[in-house]
């Protein structure tokens, strides 16, 4: 069941009614309706795999009681070690197996000797796998450093770990904010319900309009990179720099609004990337749960930035290194990792690193100066070339893609040769990225006019946009889902 899907809204409208109206005087029943209504989502794609987010939910339970109980620091470090061997044990074996496999055969045969790959196996990747394994693993460690007190509540826990909005593709909440709420009753509030109804509507523009429609020639310029001129490759890797951001931006909206329509509030994942001024900066803006958690849970036990410069550069490394690694088991991954640690270190090297961390592009006039301009281009145009890497099928790919990048060519750039009618889409990511300047200071208020007509105005040219470009015979699922 994706998002952008009538079933989805089908579900989500009956769940609504009865967690409002047959359950809304008791906490405990409206819990058991969202852990079934999360466990009936996630079934959706494969109810074999519900098994795994009961281990994790009951691991990782377990373990935060015992790591609470025990005074002695060497007993709790070991219950911790459970949480963690058993998550990544689980990302390591559905994730990460064949890849292990694959690169040891290759590195055989890099020596001269051919190995057989009997070894790999057919593994299916659960949806969702890196998301919930991290959520379950951050409660441990919270409880670890004190940060946290375990619950007893096993049903309030179980429903923190499986919530169907975030499930899937985040953001990874922490403990300290999704079970808070969860544990706590919850008032129907009229104006929640409606941001997030508008949260819904802008997340699903977003992936219809932007992400779905641009994705097309995206795959068609990957897919044939080698038969396109490389003006052509420029258009295809910004365009996938749209698709990206709209996709999973989107699916994070879509996630926030569906949360609030229960009482619940989830943190922002997305906070306008597209106009940072520096790698930094654009960090601290795109997938906001996942960098904090490499921030709390990696980086800053490692040290972080109280140790020497060269330490802290070794541990932006290992960083950069696991989240690429994170997102997928495939080298360019790894590489798309160690490409942004090599941009990110200049930056932390000269200080630059939390200077833009409470401000915004314009920040205190409408229009951006000429050097913000400047900046967040150069930004846009690092990321952008980083997908190469991020978006190509193997290393051999992304370096033969690159190649023909730098070569001499021409192209006519309001005709694709695939027959699209280019100058629609430049029009179209205009005046998205006008749309997303005008609101960058508030990432939950896509639609803050004070006009009523203007409203109007802006409702009916979203949903219009989503009738226009909606194409049920495409694949409608969600970038982030594979990871």
Do not use: C
Request: no cysteine; charged share 15%; hydrophobic share 50%.
């Amino acid at each position: 069941m994706i998002f952008n899907s009538l079933e989805f809204f089908i579900f989500l409208f009956i769940v609504f009614i009865l967690y409002w109206g047959l359950l809304k005087k008791n906490l405990k029943t409206q819990n058991i309706l969202i852990l079934i209504s999360s466990y009936v989502f996630y079934s959706w794609w494969d109810w074999r795999f519900l098994s795994l987010i009961l281990l994790s939910t009951v691991v990782d339970y377990f373990v935060g009681l015992n790591i609470h109980a025990n005074s002695k620091q060497s007993k709790r470090k070991q219950w911790l070690w459970v949480s963690v061997f058993f998550n990544v044990g689980l990302l390591g074996f559905f994730k990460y197996y064949n890849f292990f496999v694959d690169s040891w055969i290759d590195m055989f045969s890099m020596m001269g000797y051919t190995l057989k790959s009997t070894w790999t196996l057919k593994v299916i990747l659960p949806v969702g796998i890196s998301f919930y394994t991290f959520q379950t693993m951050s409660y441990s460690f919270d409880i670890y450093y004190k940060k946290l007190k375990p619950t007893k509540d096993f049903l309030s826990f179980a429903t923190f770990v499986s919530f169907f909005p975030q499930l899937v593709a985040g953001p990874i909440e922490r403990a300290s904010n999704l079970l808070h709420q969860i544990q706590n009753k919850r008032i129907f509030n009229y104006n929640q319900s409606v941001s997030g109804i508008k949260l819904i509507l802008w997340g699903l523009f977003k992936k219809i309009v932007i992400a779905d429609s641009l994705g097309l020639i995206v795959d068609d310029v990957f897919a044939n990179y080698h038969t396109y001129p490389a003006s052509t490759l420029v258009l295809g890797i910004v365009f996938f720099s749209f698709q990206i951001y709209g996709d999973f931006s989107g699916y994070s909206d879509i996630a926030i609004g569906t949360a609030k329509l229960f009482g619940i509030e989830l943190m922002s994942n997305f906070k306008f990337p597209i106009f940072s001024r520096n790698v930094a900066e654009y960090w601290q803006r795109w997938h906001v749960s996942l960098s904090t958690w490499f921030r709390h849970y990696i980086y800053i036990p490692l040290g972080g930035s109280r140790v020497s410069k060269l330490k802290s550069v070794r541990n932006i490394i290992i960083v950069f290194l696991i989240s690429g690694f994170w997102h997928g088991a495939n080298w360019t991954f790894i590489f798309w990792g160690a490409f942004h640690a090599l941009v990110f270190i200049p930056v932390f090297l000269m200080g630059r690193n939390t200077i833009y961390k409470n401000s915004v592009v314009g920040e205190n006039s409408f229009f951006p100066t000429l050097t913000e301009i400047g900046q967040v281009l150069l930004t846009f145009i690092i990321v952008t070339f980083s997908r190469i890497f991020f978006r190509s099928n193997s290393i051999t790919d992304a370096f033969a893609f690159i190649e023909r990048l730098f070569s001499n060519s021409s192209y006519d750039v309001y005709q694709h040769p695939m027959g699209y009618r280019m100058i629609d889409y430049y029009i179209l990511i205009i005046l998205f990225v006008l749309y997303e300047y005008r609101i960058r200071k508030d990432e939950r208020s896509p639609f803050k006019f004070k006009s009523k007509v203007v409203r109007f105005i802006a409702y009916t040219v979203v949903v219009l946009g989503m009738l226009l470009f909606y194409d049920s015979n495409m694949d409608r699922s969600f970038i982030y889902f594979q990871f």
